[in-house]
C-alpha cells in the first residue's frame, strides 16, 4: 500500500498527479488526510482523502509520499504522525517519496544523507549531507524525490518503474502520451 500524505497548502499538481500516475499503474494507493478529511491545496482546490491517519495499517505500507507546496511541506513537516510514519519506513526498508519543497523533510530527518536527490531550488537542506542534482526525478536506494510540480510526471513515472517494474511504467508513460 502507498500512503500519500496531504496536509492543507499541498500542491495540487504534485499530489493528484502523483495518485493518477500510480493508479494508472495499477499500484494500491490510499490519500491520507493529515490536517482533515477535506484538505486545501494551495490554490484553493479542495480534496477529500481517503483515509484519516487513524486509517493507516503501517503493516501494509510499501511508500509514503509527500507532496510539496511551501504550507503543505510546512504542516506535514510538523505532524507527529508523518514524522512516525516516515520512521517506520526507514525502519522496514520501505520507499520514502517527496517532492519540490518536501524533500526537506527527508532531509532534515536524515533519510537523504549521503544519497543523491532533487528538490525546488533554495529548499536544499543539509546541502553538505546531500548531492542535490538537479534532475527532475531521482531514486537512490529507497529515497526518490523530484524536483517539483513541472516534474510531477516523471517522479510518479519513477515511483511506478520501482514498484511495479519498467514495463508498467513505461505502458502507462505510452498511454499518457508522454516524450
Avoid: W
Avoid at 498527479?17 to 490536517?35: H, I, P, Y
Avoid at 491517519?53 to 511551501?70: F, H, S, T, W
Avoid at 511541506?73 to 516516515?86: D, H, Q
Avoid at 546541502?127 to 524536483?147: F, H, M, Q, R, S
Wanted: aromatic share 4%; proline share 3%; hydrophobic share 40%.
Amino acid at each position: 500500500m502507498i500512503y500519500l500524505m496531504l496536509a492543507d497548502g499541498f500542491e495540487v499538481t504534485e499530489a493528484l498527479t502523483t495518485v493518477d500516475v500510480l493508479r494508472r499503474a495499477k499500484l494500491e494507493l490510499l490519500t491520507v488526510g493529515v490536517t482533515g478529511r477535506t484538505v486545501t491545496a494551495s490554490c484553493g482546490i479542495k480534496v477529500e482523502a481517503d483515509i484519516m491517519p487513524d486509517e493507516v495499517e503501517l503493516d501494509r505500507l510499501d511508500a509514503v509520499i509527500l507532496p510539496g507546496g511551501l504550507d503543505g511541506t510546512r504542516n506535514l513537516g510538523k505532524s507527529e504522525f508523518v514524522s512516525s510514519v516516515l520512521d517506520y519506513a526507514v525502519e522496514n526498508d520501505k520507499y520514502t517519496c517527496a517532492i519540490c519543497a518536501a524533500p526537506s523533510i527527508l532531509a532534515k530527518k536524515g533519510i537523504l544523507d549521503g544519497k543523491n536527490a532533487t528538490c525546488f531550488p533554495g529548499c536544499e537542506v543539509s546541502e553538505d549531507k546531500v548531492n542535490y542534482t538537479g534532475e527532475p526525478a531521482v531514486c537512490d536506494g529507497k529515497a526518490i524525490t523530484g524536483k517539483g510540480a513541472g516534474c510531477t510526471i516523471h517522479f510518479g513515472l519513477l515511483i511506478a518503474e520501482k514498484m511495479a517494474g519498467k514495463e508498467v511504467s513505461d505502458h502507462v508513460k505510452a498511454t499518457m502520451q508522454c516524450p
